[in-house]
Nanobody, 126 residues
Framework: QVQVTESGGGLVRAGDSLRLSCAVS????????MGWFRQTPGKEREFVGV????????YYSDSVKGRFTVSREKAKSEVYLQMDKLKDEDTAVYYC???????????????????WGQGTQVTVSE
C-alpha cells in the first residue's frame, strides 16, 4: 500500500510563485511515476505534469509548460510542484498521484494512477 499526501496550497496573487509538496509513504518501491493533476468544480481532473521516479524525466501539459516544474527527492520520498507566474486559471485543487507504471503512453489519464492524495487548494487572485 502507498500513501500520498499533498501540502503547500494557499492563496496567492497572480504572477506569484508557490511550491506544492507530496509526501509518499508505504511501499514506495512500487511507485514508478508520480503525477500532478488539478480539478475545478464541474470539470474533469486535468493532467498537469509527471515525473519518472528513477530517471527524473518529466512531461507537462501545454497549459503549464514553462511555468511549472515537477521534481523529486528520492531520499525523502517527496515530489514537488514548483508553480511560477501563476494565473487566475491555475486556481484549482491540486492532487498528487502515484502509478505503478513507468512513463508509457496514457500517463496523462487519471486511471493510470492508483494512489491519490486528498488534494490541496490553490487560489490565485487578481
Amino acid at each position: 500500500q502507498v500513501q500520498v499526501t499533498e501540502s503547500g496550497g494557499g492563496l496567492v496573487r497572480a504572477g506569484d510563485s508557490l511550491r506544492l509538496s507530496c509526501a509518499v509513504s508505504g511501499r514506495t518501491e512500487d511507485v514508478f511515476s508520480m503525477g500532478w493533476f488539478r480539478q475545478t468544480p464541474g470539470k474533469e481532473r486535468e493532467f498537469v505534469g509527471v515525473i519518472a521516479w528513477n530517471t527524473g524525466m518529466t512531461y507537462y501539459s501545454d497549459s503549464v509548460k514553462g511555468r511549472f516544474t515537477v521534481s523529486r527527492e528520492k531520499a525523502k520520498s517527496e515530489v514537488y510542484l514548483q508553480m511560477d507566474k501563476l494565473k487566475d486559471e491555475d486556481t484549482a485543487v491540486y492532487y498528487c498521484a502515484g502509478s505503478t507504471l513507468p512513463l508509457l503512453t496514457g500517463f496523462t489519464a487519471t486511471h493510470r494512477y492508483e494512489y491519490w492524495g486528498q488534494g490541496t487548494q490553490v487560489t490565485v487572485s487578481e
